[in-house]
């Protein structure tokens, strides 16, 4: 492999950081987080079901949160700008996490991080808490 650019790799790694640190908060408490970034917020209705994601800004990525019918994030997406990008985050979750071949992704105790591509132009990574508790 290449010599990684470490900002990119720094940049990848708090990225990371600031989608761990949304799962599980409520969306009041995510929306205050990145109050200083371009939010999006956007709600789905259909029939009975209410569905609200939070898009937030990065310089080469979108965050985009997950929440649950009690306004409590469960999942992230990492939307990545240029594809070429995923290197630093295999890189960095490799020497980070554990490699689960059976479900496709890393893990430890409280994340489950998939790369995701998709046919009609998603790339990037889907990241789910392990647990329902909510922090405190």
């Known amino acids: 492999m290449t010599d990684l650019d470490k900002n990119k790799l720094a940049d990848c790694a708090w990225q990371l950081s600031m989608a761990y640190s949304a799962i599980n908060l409520p969306g009041?408490?995510?929306s205050t987080m990145?109050?200083?970034r371009e939010l999006a917020e956007i709600n789905y209705m259909h029939n009975e079901t209410k569905?609200?994601?939070l898009e937030i800004s990065f310089d080469t990525t979108t965050l985009t949160?997950?929440?649950d019918e009690n306004d409590i994030c469960d999942g992230v997406f990492l939307f990545l700008e240029d594809k070429e990008d995923i290197v630093y985050y295999v890189h960095y979750c490799s020497e980070i996490y554990q490699?689960?071949?059976m479900l496709g992704g890393w893990m430890n105790k409280d994340?489950?991080?998939q790369i995701r591509n998709k046919p009609k132009g998603f790339?990037?990574?889907m990241i789910h808490g392990m647990s329902n508790k909510k922090k405190e």
């Open 28 to 30: 009041e408490t995510v």
């Open 34 to 36: 990145f109050r200083d």
């Open 51 to 53: 569905e609200t994601n």
């Open 65 to 67: 949160c997950l929440f």
């Open 99 to 101: 490699y689960n071949n």
């Open 111 to 113: 994340y489950f991080i």
């Open 123 to 125: 790339f990037g990574l």
